[in-house]
């Protein structure tokens, strides 16, 4: 789908943060990027999702940039605006009427599991509650490249492996290509179809990690050879990739 | 009714009716004469004996500390949004906001009253005090917006019209109603101070020239009940733009959050 191809970025605090990555992203996968924070990670997906530019290299979209759905670690929903106004952003900002956009909305609320609750306000729902809003708003377009920035690290632990099988529901049934950033080992071979693990300061793919369990996966997943297999590979790499730095 | 609603209200309404009852008290018991201390009681008489024409100047100083109100949010929101938009507009100009700001309005008053007319002058202090808390507020809320909300709006190729209608707007309220509430309490100290320098007789005199006007007469209990009349104003003014927070804010800002639920 896309390549990125010696890609470096250097802030203009003088700080590098990318440091000739290469990443290839095929078309209908699950891809993690794995690596210690501040090791470039929201950097790359930032630049992925046309929010930052490259200092050099660049990237190379197969057929041009499709739409693009991104989820941030925090919810980032409009505090003044319903749970359905707040999905309905997407929609509006390319002129969409409420009316138009109904149908599209209460169906992006149904996916992430929300419906009946259109005109609640963010303060009244819980972390994990707003957090699926931010993905339903993210799918709305049904974009054909979702970007998530460890969009469960501030959740907790049963939340967070609850949406960890909702978003492969997702995946499964909408066919997107999905570049997921997270710190975590476990998730990131739990969710993916192949994991890149980042090395720091510049940061950089290190490793690549297929993950061959095909989809659905479930609870059972975890408890598989290939899974435990996948974990520890995954963990040496991060930890050479680290000790590298 | 709940318990901190009692403290709100049923608390300093006590206060208040304790310290009246104590004044009305000493001035009874040490036969105080009116026109050195006036009982609230005669206050009151006063009020209603003058009515006719303390409800003219009331009329007047409410009209001109709206108007300046009004002006000031006018044209601290445009120029808030103007900063907001070009940073060289913003350095060009905010010094000349601060200068304005920091300048006492007692002194500008005797000048302004050289180049236009009292009615005029006393509006354009109004409207000078009120501006900068409305303008610096919002210039601030303006730019509190989430920074990954604007990545967002970036992302979805949004104009930055709809940006800042949808976005910067509503994001900035809450620190625009807070600089209203200050302004709209300075609105009124600006106009009752410009009116004092500007010492403006006849029928647009407002509260200000009632106070002083009385004083000239030793009309102890006018100038109580003038007085008495601004502070309400003030106090009338600051509930309004209290309810209009809590009524714009209360589904979703924590400032307008219900306690104790
Ligand atoms: N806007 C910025 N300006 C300057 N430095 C930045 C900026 N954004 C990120 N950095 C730096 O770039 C490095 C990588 O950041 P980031 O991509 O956020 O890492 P990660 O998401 O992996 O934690 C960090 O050292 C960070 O301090
Ligand atoms: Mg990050």
């Known amino acids: 789908m896309l390549s990125l191809r010696g890609v470096d970025k250097v802030f203009a605090s003088g700080a ?10 095929r078309e209908g996968e699950f891809l993690s990027l794995l690596g210690p924070s501040g090791c470039g990670k929201s950097t790359a997906l930032r630049m992925i999702a046309g929010l930052s530019q490259p200092t050099r290299g660049a990237i190379e979209w197969r057929a041009g940039q499709p739409e693009i759905g991104f989820v941030f670690q925090d919810a980032v929903l409009m505090p003044w605006a319903s749970v359905f106004d707040n999905v309905w952003l997407p929609l509006r900002l390319t002129g969409a009427s409420r009316a138009q956009s109904s149908a599209k909305i209460e169906a992006a609320l149904e996916l992430v599991g929300l419906q ?3 005109k609640a306000y963010p303060r009244e729902l819980s972390g994990g509650m707003k957090m699926r809003v931010s993905i339903a708003r993210a799918l709305v377009l049904r974009p054909a490249l979702l970007l998530m920035d460890e969009p469960f690290a501030a959740l907790d632990e049963i939340t967070r492996l609850k949406l960890n099988n909702d978003l492969l529901r997702l995946k499964q049934e909408l066919g997107a290509t999905v570049i997921f950033v997270t710190h975590s080992v476990f998730e990131s071979v739990y969710l993916s ?14 490793a690549e990690i297929e993950v061959a369990a095909p989809l659905p996966r479930d609870d059972e997943f975890r408890l598989s050879r290939l899974y435990a297999q996948a974990c520890k590979q995954a963990s040496d790499a991060l930890h050479a990739a680290m000790g590298e730095a | 009714m709940r318990r901190s609603d009692l403290a709100d209200y049923a608390l300093p309404l006590a206060v208040f009716l304790a310290m009246l009852g104590l004044w009305e008290a000493l001035v009874r018991i040490n036969d105080i004469p009116p026109y050195v201390l006036p009982a609230p009681s005669l206050i009151g008489a006063t009020l209603v004996k003058d009515w006719d024409t303390l409800s003219g100047s009331l009329l007047v100083t409410l ?16 120029l808030a949004i103007l900063f907001a938009r070009s940073r060289w507009i913003e350095r060009s100009f905010f010094p000349f906001a ?4 920091v300048t006492p309005i007692v002194a500008i008053a005797p000048l302004l009253l050289v180049y236009l007319d009292a009615n005029t002058a006393v509006l354009v202090c109004a409207f000078l005090v009120a501006f900068f808390p409305i303008l610096s507020n919002m210039a601030l809320g303006l730019a509190s917006a989430d920074h990954n909300l604007i990545d967002l709006f970036e992302l979805y190729k949004a104009s930055r019209w709809k940006q800042l209608i949808l976005l910067r707007l509503p994001a900035a309220l809450p620190y625009f109603l807070g600089g209203l509430r200050i302004a709209g309490g300075l609105a009124l100290i600006g106009a009752i101070v410009a009116e004092i320098a500007a010492g403006s007789a006849g029928q647009g005199a407002g509260l200000a020239f009632r106070i002083v006007e009385a004083g000239f007469r030793l009309n102890i209990p006018r100038m109580f009940a003038a007085l008495a009349l601004i502070s309400a104003s003030g106090i009338l003014i600051y509930l309004i733009f209290t309810l209009l927070s809590f009524l714009l804010l209360s589904r979703w800002h924590d400032s307008a959050r219900e306690r104790g639920l």
Do not use: N, W
Not at chain 2, 63 to 78: D, N, Y
């Open chain 1, 16 to 25: 590098q943060a990318l440091g000739g990555l290469d990443l290839d992203v």
């Open chain 1, 116 to 118: 009946g609750f259109a």
């Open chain 1, 193 to 206: 179809s192949r994991v890149a693990v980042f090395s720091a300061r510049p940061g950089r793919v290190a």
């Open chain 2, 63 to 78: 009209r001109i500390t709206f108007e300046a109100l009004i002006a000031a949010t006018i044209g601290g929101v445009a």
């Open chain 2, 98 to 101: 601060v200068v304005l700001q």
